[in-house]
């Protein structure tokens, strides 16, 4: 029942810029930590950014000053705004959510990904 769909991943030139959404369904987003994820070929899952219930933000040092990520708990949405992109961040961009249930249990949903393309 809960589904998270991501759109606006493309093909770009370096140095320009794309928006992420994620849109969110099936589940009480506003109490839900929100975070994207990206995955090279070859490479592992990487977290880029997350996002708090209360709009508290870190960011991988790849991406740091270069990507923001922000929430609208009344949309039921998390964007991430990519600029000044590089051909190493080309990979498919995966949004991912997490909250608690109960001691110790967690829920985990995500995203089937969108593909980032930065290439001249």
């Known amino acids: 029942q809960a589904q998270l769909v991501e759109s606006g991943g493309g093909l770009v030139q370096p140095g320009g810029s794309l928006r992420l959404s994620c849109a969110a369904s099936?589940?009480?987003?506003?109490?839900?930590?929100m975070s994207w994820y990206r995955q090279a070929p070859g490479e592992e899952r990487e977290l880029i950014a997350s996002?708090?219930?209360?709009?508290?933000?870190n960011y991988a040092d790849s991406v740091k000053g270069r990507f923001t990520i922000s929430r609208d708990n009344a949309k039921n949405t998390v964007d991430l705004q990519m600029n000044s992109l590089k051909p190493e961040d080309t990979a498919v961009y995966y949004c991912?959510?997490?909250?608690?249930?109960?001691?110790?249990?967690?829920?985990?949903?995500w995203g089937q990904g969108t593909q980032v393309t930065v290439s001249s």
């Open positions: 991912n959510a997490v909250g608690r249930t109960y001691y110790p249990y967690t829920r985990v949903y």
């Open positions: 996002i708090a219930s209360n709009g508290g933000t």
């Open positions: 099936g589940f009480t987003f506003s109490s839900y930590a």
